[in-house]
């Protein structure tokens, strides 16, 4: 099985956003939250979790977004 690029998520302080998503993508969320949760053993995660996290997966790997913000994190 290929190991997940997500990993056994942090708890932080969070900021409420709302945002509409396609109902493909909120299916793959349900799937890869179950695919998470089977590998690291920990407790289910709902799919709202997830969404940072892969958002911030998303915009470190951005070599591009990384170059504009001069690689400078927060």
């Keep these: 099985m290929t190991k997940l690029k997500l990993g056994p998520l942090a708890d932080d302080r969070p900021v409420k956003l709302t945002v509409e998503l396609p109902a493909a993508v909120h299916r793959d969320l349900i799937a890869y ?3 998470l949760t089977a590998e690291t053993g920990g407790e289910a995660v709902s799919p709202a979790k997830l969404v940072s996290p892969m958002l ?3 915009m ?3 070599r591009g977004f990384s170059r504009r913000r001069g690689g400078a994190k927060d």
Excluded: V
Aim: hydrophobic content about 65%.
């Design 33 to 35: 939250a179950a695919a």
């Design 56 to 58: 911030a997966k998303f």
């Design 60 to 62: 470190a790997s951005d």
